[in-house]
């Protein structure tokens, strides 16, 4: 997956503001860069739906991941460039649907069941960068997500056990690359850490935790209880996330060239 930049957004939590980090940091890619978000949750509040406002599209990540049985028994995939949906100028998404939840029990039994996505957006012919919404947990989708991108941003709950989560994350990483036969890992850039619901001491001893152990932050994004000032707010902090994984992308790059 070099010729495209493809970050997951991977967590191991629920509720651990992954979407909404999707939608923010999506934003504020497309004002320099064409960006698809690739929706692969398939509960209702997920970023297609709560975060965009579409609902029922007629084609989703379903149709892409398997696709629709034709006459021989088998499945015509559709390619992902004809499912995407341009919600902003530069900002497209690939949305989901619950029909994926099926797809995923159906990728168990295949032989691609590890690399369908990445087979996916190899074919997409399009200079973007991708940010996949990956669902909670370590499931057949999320492992797609994780064998199909460069980087991995955890978003995280401002909690004190918050590196537990993200532990496991990182952790499978190596595993992931092993048992799909890739050449690379894909780099864990760090994390962004939600505030929401939590007061300002857990917040703090979230952050302290994880530079314990040694996770880098790129954002950490405050809670707003009201609703008016939340897009602002929002917008603001997962901005300067969003440069500072600039910084992290560049960074890596220099090391490996
Ligand atoms: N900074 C914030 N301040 C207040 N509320 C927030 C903030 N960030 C997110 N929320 C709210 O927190 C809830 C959970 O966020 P979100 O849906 O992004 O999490 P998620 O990790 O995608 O969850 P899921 O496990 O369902 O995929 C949402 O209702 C969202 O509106
Ligand atoms: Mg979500």
Redesign the pocket.
């Known amino acids: 997956m070099t010729n495209k930049l493809v970050i997951s957004l991977a967590?191991d939590k629920?509720?651990?503001?992954?979407?909404?980090?999707a939608r923010y940091m999506a934003k504020e890619i497309a004002k320099e860069y064409p960006c698809v978000v690739i929706d692969l949750?398939y509960?209702p509040?997920?970023v297609t739906r709560?975060h965009f406002g579409i609902e029922d599209p007629d084609l989703t990540m379903a149709d892409v991941l398997r696709g629709n049985k034709n006459d021989d028994g088998g499945y015509d995939k559709v390619n992902l460039k004809d499912i995407l949906i341009e919600v902003s100028p530069n900002l497209f998404i690939a949305p989901s649907s619950r029909k994926l939840k099926s797809i995923e029990q159906w990728l168990n039994e295949e032989v691609t069941k590890f690399v369908a996505l990445r087979m996916a957006i190899s074919k997409l012919d399009m200079k973007c960068a991708i940010l996949i919404?990956v669902?909670?947990g370590l499931g057949t989708l999320s492992i797609n997500a994780l064998t199909a991108c460069n980087y991995v941003i955890s978003?995280v709950k401002a909690d004190p056990n918050a590196w537990m989560d993200l532990g496991n994350v990182v952790n499978i990483l190596p595993d992931i690359q092993a048992a799909a036969n890739l050449t690379v890992t894909p780099v864990h850039l760090g994390c962004v850490v939600?505030?929401?619901r939590a007061d300002w001491s857990r917040h703090t001893e979230c952050l302290r935790s994880l530079a314990y152990h040694n996770y880098n932050v790129l954002g950490s994004?405050?809670?707003?209880?009201s609703v008016t000032r939340?897009d602002c707010?929002?917008t603001h902090h997962y901005g300067l996330a969003v440069q500072k994984m600039w910084e992290a992308i560049r960074r890596d790059r220099k090391c490996q060239s």
Not at 14 to 21: D, E, K, Q, R, W
Not at 221 to 225: A, C, D, G, L, S
């Open positions: 967590k629920g509720g651990s503001t992954g979407s909404t980090a949750d509960q509040r997920n709560e919404d669902p909670t978003p939600g505030a929401y994004i405050p809670m707003t209880e939340r707010v929002l």
